[in-house]
């Protein structure tokens, strides 16, 4: 009853953080916002409204989406592989994304798809979903789906997609190398409104599935055979979990480019504070996610003002991959790397 009591205070605080974010964050910039600015609404006339109504209030929104989405699609696969490293990246799910993104703004290929998929969601989620049936396919021909086996398919995934990334850059045009580069980044600021509004539906379908199944993965984590005994089927929980959480990362790096160890580190604070229940650990993985990003977009995005007073805005995917960096360097201090990457 205590661990239940303390996990939903904590779950309480992270919703808190995250809606104090989402109040707070667009506020912080070069130009100052005021009360006026707020309350005029979009259609405010001044400088500072049409800042904060066009460009902060969608940038962060959308950070926050994106955090939440990775967040607990990281969860997702930590769960389902019982490793600590699993996560969207290490598993090549968003390194195929990746891919498949930068082969539209190579083709130029942009707009709608049937009169409602968005042409790089499609493209990102196929190669998503390319590098999953890869890693289940070296993971069945090896004959097992250990957890050691699927880390390391996905981090050849990884490889041969940054390669294919390069080549693509080199057959581009300039304009188009840039493109894809500044994309490669990480950024919640290139989509605005539109993106946003793209983005929700597959993160809700994704939450929605994933959410149906919190029960059978809390059985998941006991084990395949304690799984199986209480009547989960694991194959078909996997599969649907991992579509799921990879649909949910297509959408966002389709949108946003690679945002890297959001989905590695927001699931361990989480599952520390309320912990491993699906339950509270989803919710809470979301929540804090909401909350983690944009806080790194705004540092990303006003850094070099503050040492300098640069106009230069850094990607916030620099500032996650340094934050998930070394935070990969405290695991392998407070556990021996066979231990991380095999047992989890």
């Not at 100052?32 to 904060?52: H, L, N």
């Not at 361990?268 to 804090?288: E, M, N, W």
């Not at 909401?290 to 040492?307: I, Q, S, T």
């Not at 790397?337 to 095999?342: K, N, P």
Request: hydrophobic share 55%.
């Amino acid at each position: 009853m205590s661990a239940s009591r303390n996990g939903g205070r904590s779950l309480a605080l992270l919703g808190l953080l995250a809606l104090a974010t989402l109040l707070l964050a667009p506020l912080l910039g070069s130009i100052r916002i005021g009360w006026d600015d707020v309350m005029s609404g979009p259609g405010g006339e001044s400088t500072a409204a049409q800042v904060f109504w066009r460009l902060r209030v969608p940038r962060v929104a959308m950070a926050a989406l994106a955090g939440a989405s990775l967040a607990a699609a990281g969860c997702v696969f930590q769960s389902i592989f019982r490793n600590p490293l699993a996560e969207p990246f290490t598993l090549g799910v968003a390194s195929g994304a990746s891919l498949g993104a930068a082969i539209g703004l190579h083709m130029g290929w942009t707009g709608l798809l049937f009169g409602f998929l968005p042409v790089m969601t499609g493209l990102a989620f196929v190669g998503a979903a390319t590098s999953i049936m890869v890693v289940w396919t070296i993971a069945r021909v090896r004959g097992a789906g250990s957890a050691n086996t699927l880390l390391l398919a996905g981090v050849a995934i990884g490889f041969v997609s940054a390669a294919m990334i390069l080549l693509l850059e080199f057959l581009s045009s300039r304009p188009v190398t840039n493109e894809i580069v500044r994309w490669l980044m990480g950024s919640v600021d290139r989509t605005g409104a539109a993106g946003l509004f793209e983005t929700i539906p597959f993160a809700a379908a994704g939450a929605a599935v994933v959410w149906y199944l919190h029960k059978s993965l809390d059985l998941l984590m006991m084990g395949e055979l304690v799984a199986s005994s209480r009547g989960v089927s694991v194959k078909r929980t996997r599969a649907a979990a991992y579509f799921a959480a990879s649909l949910v990362t297509a959408a966002v790096v389709a949108q946003c480019g690679p945002i890297a160890f959001v989905g590695l580190l927001v699931p361990h604070l989480t599952r520390a504070l309320v912990g491993p229940v699906h339950r509270r650990l989803l919710p809470a993985a979301a929540l804090a996610g909401a909350a983690f990003l944009p806080w790194c977009d705004v540092v990303a995005a006003n850094l070099l003002r503050w040492l300098h007073g640069s106009a230069l805005q850094i990607p916030v995917g620099v500032i996650t991959n340094l934050l998930g960096g070394l935070f990969f360097i405290y695991l392998l201090f407070r556990r021996p790397a066979e231990a991380i990457v095999v047992d989890g």
